[in-house]
């Protein structure tokens, strides 16, 4: 089991930007495909970003395509999430995940974090 601690959430204006962190415990980052979803009030949990464990392959939602960009350091144990242009409705709690493809659905990750908040206002 991984331990993944989020950070870097918080509020900002719409066409704002944010970086979402995510420290990882694993001795073996490397290892694990990342991925970041994200879940409204009253809403699912949806897919966001996914990344490789060599950083290699990424693939995002279509709503967040050329505006949020998945990246990691495995020097660190830590996965990123870069969000520019921000929307209202990006408004959201983030979450980290650890697993062993770099899918596209919360069944493909065994490891979550605790969730951090996103609130982009008008």
């Known amino acids: 089991q991984v331990q993944l601690v989020e950070s870097g959430g918080g509020l900002v204006q719409a066409g704002g930007s944010l970086r979402l962190s995510c420290a990882a415990s694993?001795?073996?980052?490397?290892?694990?495909?990342m991925g970041w979803f994200r879940q409204a009030p009253g809403k699912e949990r949806d897919f966001v970003s996914a990344?490789?464990?060599?950083?290699?392959?990424?693939r995002h939602a279509e709503s967040v395509k050329g505006r949020f960009t998945i990246s990691r350091d495995n020097a660190k144990n830590t996965v990123y999430l870069q969000m520019n242009s921000l929307k209202p409705e990006d408004t959201a709690v983030y979450y980290c995940?650890?697993?062993?493809?770099?899918?596209?659905?919360?069944?493909?990750?065994?490891?979550w974090g605790q969730g951090t908040q996103v609130t982009v206002s008008l």
């Open positions: 990344i490789s464990g060599s950083g290699y392959f990424r």
């Open positions: 995940a650890a697993g062993s493809v770099v899918g596209t659905t919360a069944a493909d990750f065994t490891s």
């Open positions: 694993a001795r073996t980052f490397s290892s694990y495909a």
